[in-house]
């Protein structure tokens, strides 16, 4: 097996300042066409949003680990406004930005909107009760959406924390190795 790492734009080592979600979509399209076969991604916040969009087209993967994603798009457009104190108007905004700028209503970004679209692949979701980027409440729904997913929450470890927890590491690979030892 290779391990391949993704710093996505503007995160991490990566280049740039500023990013979006069509710009980490086309990343994970790309990596999903250069690796055909993929056994498992791991990914964390609007990297598990990414590649749920870009599995609605690709389906490689085999196996799929998603931690700190938000579904809900009303829900992060409101934890976003309450990190910020944005108004409402800001909020509405944002909104007609994404659609005229992408032609596409900005809650299509968010599971509920394309669930039916993605091939069944085994999921792990892995969520902190305290996560203040993205609440504990998405990933129930997320589990929910997609009856071939499996559940794991954690506690104070916040957004990302969760990253470098010793269960979450041994929990993500021993959901990876089962399935492909069977």
Same mark, same amino acid.
């Given at each position: 097996?290779?391990?391949?790492?993704?710093?996505?734009?503007?995160?991490?080592?990566? !280049?740039?300042?500023?990013?979006?979600?069509?710009?980490? #979509?086309?990343?994970?399209?790309?990596?999903?066409?250069?690796?055909?076969?993929?056994?498992?991604?791991?990914?964390?916040?609007?990297?598990?949003?990414?590649?749920?969009?870009?599995?609605?087209?690709?389906?490689?993967?085999?196996?799929?680990?998603?931690?700190?994603?938000?579904?809900?798009?009303?829900?992060?457009?409101?934890?976003?406004?309450?990190?910020?104190?944005?108004?409402?108007?800001?909020?509405?905004?944002? !909104?007609?930005?994404?659609?005229?700028?992408?032609?596409?209503?900005?809650?299509?970004?968010?599971?509920?909107?394309?669930?039916?679209?993605?091939?069944?692949?085994?999921?792990?979701?892995?969520?902190?009760?305290?996560?203040?980027?993205?609440?504990?409440?998405?990933? !129930?729904?997320?589990?929910?959406?997609?009856?071939?997913?499996?559940?794991?929450?954690?506690?104070?470890?916040?957004?990302?924390?969760?990253?470098?927890?010793? !269960?979450?590491?041994?929990?993500? #690979?021993?959901?990876?190795?089962?399935?492909?030892?069977?």
């Amino acid at each position: 097996y290779q391990v391949i790492a993704i710093d996505q734009l503007a995160h991490g080592k990566s !280049k740039g300042k500023r990013t979006n979600i069509i710009d980490f #979509v086309n990343v994970m399209k790309l990596v999903l066409e250069k690796f055909k076969t993929i056994e498992g991604v791991i990914a964390h916040s609007m990297g598990g949003v990414a590649t749920l969009l870009a599995l609605r087209e690709e389906t490689s993967i085999k196996n799929f680990v998603c931690i700190s994603a938000p579904t809900l798009s009303d829900k992060i457009l409101n934890s976003f406004k309450q990190r910020i104190k944005a108004s409402d108007k800001v909020i509405s905004n944002i !909104k007609d930005y994404v659609q005229n700028r992408y032609e596409v209503d900005f809650k299509d970004f968010f599971l509920p909107a394309f669930q039916e679209e993605l091939p069944k692949i085994d999921t792990l979701i892995i969520h902190d009760t305290d996560d203040s980027d993205v609440s504990i409440e998405d990933a !129930k729904v997320f589990n929910k959406l997609l009856p071939h997913s499996e559940l794991l929450i954690t506690e104070k470890l916040g957004h990302t924390r969760i990253l470098r927890n010793e !269960k979450v590491i041994i929990s993500t #690979v021993s959901f990876l190795t089962k399935k492909n030892l069977n």
